[in-house]
């Protein structure tokens, strides 16, 4: 009895909503995993938990801030990001681009609930295109 309790407090693929986590990304394929969603696990010392749509004013910020996103790099199968693209950021990255004015805008049902450790709802929810009416 007591493992399938601790199995439902882990369910690694919620979203900020309390809902299923949607998948994030297919082309390109993203997440730490590389399954297209933003699951977190123990591996993942980044957190990249925010689905975020890149615009060229973040992919700049990201560049000066030493995480070129725009460079392909094959060796690593990683395509280079475009403006439009989705991809799953590092919760303290779009964290500090949010502060300086450069975050991304956020799809909410993509995003991992592990975000709100480090990013308040309301910051998410200003940048979000899937906004709840």
Not at 57 to 64: G, P, T, V
């Amino acid at each position: 009895m007591v493992g399938s309790a601790r199995f439902v407090m882990q369910d690694p693929k919620k979203n900020v909503l309390g809902g299923d986590l949607a998948t994030c990304s297919l082309e390109p394929k993203t997440g730490f995993y590389r399954t297209g969603c933003c699951e977190t696990g123990p591996e993942d010392t980044g957190r990249h938990v925010v689905c975020a749509q890149m615009t060229a004013e973040f992919l700049a910020f990201s560049k000066q801030s030493g995480n070129d996103l725009s460079t392909p790099r094959p060796e690593h199968g990683f395509p280079g990001l475009k403006p439009g693209d989705r991809w799953c950021l590092c919760a303290l990255r779009w964290k500090e681009a949010f502060e300086a004015g450069a975050a991304p805008q956020v799809f909410l049902a993509a995003t991992h609930e592990a975000v709100l450790r480090h990013v308040p709802f309301e910051a998410l929810e200003r940048h979000a295109i899937d906004r709840m009416n």
